[in-house]
Nanobody, 124 residues
């Protein structure tokens, strides 16, 4: 069974940084897509950043480009989301998601495995 365990998150002032981690277990291959969605109060869940562990291809939403960086350590089966220059509008619960196969954000959202979520709060 695939499990995703998230860590990181917390409270930070605007302009600060945080790093999220997501460790995957149960995949039978090192070739899968993994990344984060987030959901702010009263808003729909949205894609943030994703990476394909097989070829390293990444995708990030326009709202976080230049500020967030996703990476992956295949040996540790762990993805990382480095979040810099955080803004109050980044406040949300961040959910790690992963799925075997190519990086297709919509498929990840619909069919992926999910972590428990971690809260990020950015104060102004």
């Amino acid at each position: 069974e695939v499990q995703l365990v998230e860590s990181g998150g917390g409270l930070v002032q605007a302009g600060g940084s945080l790093r999220l981690s997501c460790t995957a277990s149960g995949f039978t291959t090192d070739d899968y897509a993994i990344g984060w969605f987030r959901q702010a109060p009263g808003k729909e869940r949205e894609g943030v950043s994703f990476i394909s562990t097989g070829d390293g291809r990444t995708y990030s939403a326009d709202s976080v480009k230049g500020r967030f960086t996703i990476s992956n350590d295949n040996a540790k089966h762990t993805a990382y989301l480095q979040m810099n220059s955080l803004k109050p509008e980044d406040t949300a619960v961040y959910y790690c998601a992963a799925k075997l196969g190519p990086l297709l954000v919509q498929r990840l959202f619909l069919d992926g495995y999910w972590g428990q979520g971690t809260r990020v709060t950015v104060s102004s």
